[in-house]
């Protein structure tokens, strides 16, 4: 019980402007999903800030790739590993 208390202490309320389409459909969600409209919210915003994190270390390995492409001898090894068995 302490660690809810302690966790919702550290919580801040914020205002967050949103027109009424976007609020009915996040309060249909959070009724579907069984939480409340902060709840969802919560989980919404994690999920995006995931997303973003991952859409950003995609972007740095293509920069990688594009600075230091593969040579020929690199993926010759692989050859074997992606070829079709023979049936």
Avoid: F
Avoid at 16 to 34: G, M, Q, T, W
Avoid at 57 to 85: I, M, N, S
């Amino acid at each position: 019980m302490n660690l809810v208390w302690t966790r919702l202490l550290s919580m801040q309320t914020i205002q967050v402007v949103i027109d009424e389409d976007l609020l009915a459909a996040a309060d249909a969600e959070a009724s579907r999903a069984k939480v409340n409209r902060s709840a969802l919210m919560r989980e919404a915003l994690r999920t995006y800030l995931r997303q973003i994190g991952i859409q950003e270390k995609e972007r740095l390995d293509r920069l990688c790739y594009e600075r230091q492409p593969d040579t020929e001898a690199d993926l010759a090894g692989w050859e074997q590993v992606a070829a079709w068995p023979e049936t």
